[in-house]
């Protein structure tokens, strides 16, 4: 009996050690994964899912920005060509509709006379040459410096031949008249005026005559047209 009851324990025993391999059988899958790499490819794979789509959305919403920008630079663009050709109509009598209307409208400051390419602005105020100087320096500009005989009709007319200083002054250095732009006097314009020794600059009147640069007159400065 001993040697049957010791059977009959031992044979319980192993099977209940089938019956525990088997339920740890049940917890893997067909393909002999544990439950939890499952959960983990599972969650894997939807974090993925995820991310792709955020990926595309943010493509779609990065190409319709770049639309609206280019649309918006364009509108930009029309109404700076809008704004020109109303300032065109307005100081130089062009047609703001006629976009074939391509010739050159040159404008200046209040105040400042447009004649040809350049803008000149008469000082009501009187300053010795070197604070003339200075001035026309803070009004983007420079002293007058006449190029031809018409450009000295033309301040002839504005200066009611008044006296004004202008960008000429004699060079110590060599006794020559030399303008502000480093060029020296054409005599075929102007007559070398007369001076005793000294410091002296151009001023201008009905014709030009040597001042002592000390003095206070008035000035003209000039400067280049703003092209429309």
Request: with cysteine.
């Amino acid at each position: 009996m001993e040697g049957e009851d010791g059977y009959t324990a031992l044979n319980f025993q192993s099977r209940r050690a089938a019956s525990g391999t088997a339920a740890g059988a049940q917890k893997q899958d067909a393909s002999g994964l544990p439950c939890w790499y499952r959960i983990t490819l599972w969650a894997s794979g939807f974090v993925i899912i995820i991310l792709g789509v955020a990926v595309t959305v943010l493509a779609l919403q990065l190409e319709a920005d770049k639309g609206k920008i280019l649309l918006n630079n364009g509108g930009c663009n029309a109404s700076t060509v809008k704004f020109l050709a109303s300032l065109r109509h307005n100081f130089c009598n062009q047609n703001q509709y006629n976009s074939s209307d391509n010739s050159p409208c040159k404008v200046c400051p209040v105040q400042w006379h447009l004649h040809r390419d350049k803008c000149y602005w008469a000082s009501e105020n009187i300053k010795s040459w070197n604070e003339s100087q200075h001035d026309c320096s803070t009004r983007d500009s420079q002293l007058l410096v006449i190029q031809d005989k018409e450009e000295l009709d033309f301040i002839k007319n504005i200066t009611k031949n008044a006296k004004f200083w202008i960008g000429l002054s004699l060079s110590l250095a060599d006794n020559k008249w030399m303008w502000i732009t480093g060029s020296q006097l054409d005599q075929s314009l102007f007559p070398e005026p007369k001076y005793a020794k000294g410091n002296y600059c151009g001023k201008i009147k009905s014709e030009l005559v040597a001042e002592a640069c000390s003095i206070e007159l008035r000035w003209i400065c000039q400067k280049d047209s703003l092209l429309l």
